[in-house]
Structure formats: structure tokens, C-alpha cells
């Protein structure tokens, strides 16, 4: 048998959404279906439907760090993805990790709550991963409202507008800034990508009806894989969402609650449109 040697290896951290329709199934699911081989290292288990997240537990700190290394051990990677981590010791053991690589893109989801609103984080949670995981990151997701609360204690009086809030994360030392604008009043959803020099790309998708459950996952994780290709920044970011926004396109709602994205959109037979 031969060996398949192409397929970039990306490690996620992230939690259990049984669902499949968020977090670590997510991951898996968009990074297979980009054309990579997902390594993942569990943080926490959730309990939730497609409605909302009742309950989560993180797992032990020594459980996930153990995960990690064991599997860094044996196989380069390409690209990290960082999303829920359930417990500020787990931001602290992620962060530690990911800085012995630091020529790996490292992509991070900031998850501070549920689509829906449900608390995935704490107040210290977020101070943690300001002080110790954004300043190494690549390129960090947030939709508008994370990128408002991440920088609240950073705004100094000034109004947090989108680009000051870009400014803010930016000035602990990421390199890009993701925005999207799903929770925004524009009549498209706008996603702003930027860097130390300001706007790089603002892409328009048009407003989808209904509601979606993992579709920041998604779309960090898509990241993660065009970053694993080799893939130059502005057209990572773009390729990306245009995979999230088919993925999204072909939801379906299996249950009473949320669509779930389907990131096997181009492999079913017919046209759902
Ligand atoms: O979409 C953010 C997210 C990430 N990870 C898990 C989740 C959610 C949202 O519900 O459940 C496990």
C-alpha cells in the first residue's frame, strides 16, 4: 500500500458539542473536507442540543497537555486551531504548548459563548486569552460582539468601533484580525480581515435566513486548513468563507433548534439550492 504523505496535519483544541453541529465535530468535519488530517485534542465535554448548551465540564489540564504532547511527539503539524478551552488552567496549558511552535500558524476561534448566547467562558477566561494566547496567534476569528468584549478593559474612553477593536487585538501582538458581521445591522454580513497596517480585504456575503450552529467553528477551522495548504493569507481568508457560506447555504435543521452546516455540501448527489 502507499503511503499518502500529502494531506496536512492540523491539531485542534476544542470540546465535544454532540450535536455535531459546533466545536470539535465541526473541526473534524471542515478540516476532512478541506483536505486535511485532524489531530484532536478534547478540552471539554458539552452537554447541549440544537436549541441550547445545558452544562459543559472541562477535562483535567494534565489530560488535555497529555493529548497534545503525545500526538506533537509523532507527527508534524501544519497548522494549530485553538477553540473552546473550558477552564482558564487550559488556556494557560494550550498557550504553553502552541509557544514551543512558533513558526505553526495558529488559528483561534475566540469562543466566549454559545451561538445562542449560553456562557462557554468567565470574565478571567477572557483577560487569560488576551494576556497569553492572542499574542501568539496567526489570526484570530471573532464575530463583532467577541471582538467587543475582548478589548473592553483596553478601550481607555475610546468608542469600540470594529477597527479600534481590530487595533486593540492587534496591539498584543497577533498578526491578523478576522471580524465578521453576522451580529451587525448591514443588509450583507460584511467580514473584515486586518492587519497592523489597517483593512487588508472586506468580503459582502448575503444574509442567510435562519439561525446556524457551528458556524465559527466552521470558518476558523476552514482557516486553519487553507493556512495548512500553504495558501497566502487574503486568499486563506476568502477561500475560507466561501466554503463556510456553501456549508451554511446547505444547512439543514435536524432538530428543533439551530441549522447545522453540512461541510460535506460538494459531495451529495443533486442540487439543494
Ligand atoms: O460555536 C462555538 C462553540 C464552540 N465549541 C463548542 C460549542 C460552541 C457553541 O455552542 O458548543 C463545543
Known amino acids: 500500500m502507499t ?13 465535544s458539542d454532540p450535536t455535531g453541529g459546533a466545536g470539535m465535530q465541526a473541526d473534524i468535519l471542515t478540516l476532512t473536507s478541506m483536505g486535511c488530517h485532524a489531530l484532536s ?4 465535554v458539552t452537554v447541549q442540543d440544537t436549541v441550547g448548551v445545558e452544562d459543559y465540564f472541562p477535562l483535567d489540564t494534565d489530560w488535555i497537555v ?12 501544519a497548522a494549530f486551531k485553538v477553540g473552546m478551552l473550558g477552564s482558564l488552567e487550559a488556556i494557560a496549558a494550550v498557550a504553553a504548548i502552541v509557544a514551543d511552535y512558533p513558526d505553526v500558524p495558529l488559528i483561534l476561534d475566540p469562543v466566549l ?7 462557554l467562558s468567565t470574565d478571567d477566561m477572557r483577560a487569560a486569552m488576551m494576556d497569553m ?9 471573532p464575530n463583532s460582539v467577541e471582538a467587543r468584549r475582548l478589548v473592553e478593559d483596553e478601550l481607555d474612553g475610546e468608542e469600540d468601533t470594529l477597527d479600534v477593536c481590530a487595533r486593540l487585538l492587534l496591539a498584543t501582538g ?17 467580514n473584515t480581515l486586518y492587519d497592523t ?6 468580503d459582502a456575503w448575503a444574509r442567510l435566513a435562519g439561525s446556524y450552529h457551528g458556524s465559527g467553528c466552521t470558518l476558523a477551522s476552514a482557516i486553519a486548513a487553507t493556512l495548512a495548504h500553504n495558501m497566502p493569507i487574503a486568499e486563506a481568508v476568502r477561500e475560507a468563507q466561501a466554503f463556510t457560506y456553501e456549508s451554511l447555504r446547505a ?20 442540487d439543494k439550492s
Open 113 to 119: 459563548t454559545s451561538g445562542r448566547g449560553d456562557a
Open 66 to 77: 497529555d493529548q497534545a504532547r503525545c500526538v506533537l511527539e509523532d507527527m508534524p503539524v
Open 251 to 270: 444547512g439543514f435543521r435536524p432538530g428543533m433548534g439551530q441549522y447545522i452546516p453540512d461541510r460535506l455540501f460538494w459531495a451529495r448527489d443533486g
Open 41 to 44: 485534542v478534547l478540552t471539554a
Open 197 to 202: 497596517t489597517g483593512v487588508l480585504c472586506a
Open 3 to 15: 503511503k499518502n504523505t500529502s494531506l496536512p496535519v492540523v491539531l485542534t483544541f476544542a470540546a
Open 174 to 190: 497577533c498578526e491578523y484580525v478576522l471580524i465578521t458581521g453576522t451580529h451587525e445591522g448591514t443588509s450583507e454580513v460584511i
Open 133 to 141: 494566547l492572542i499574542p501568539q496567534t496567526t489570526i484570530i476569528t
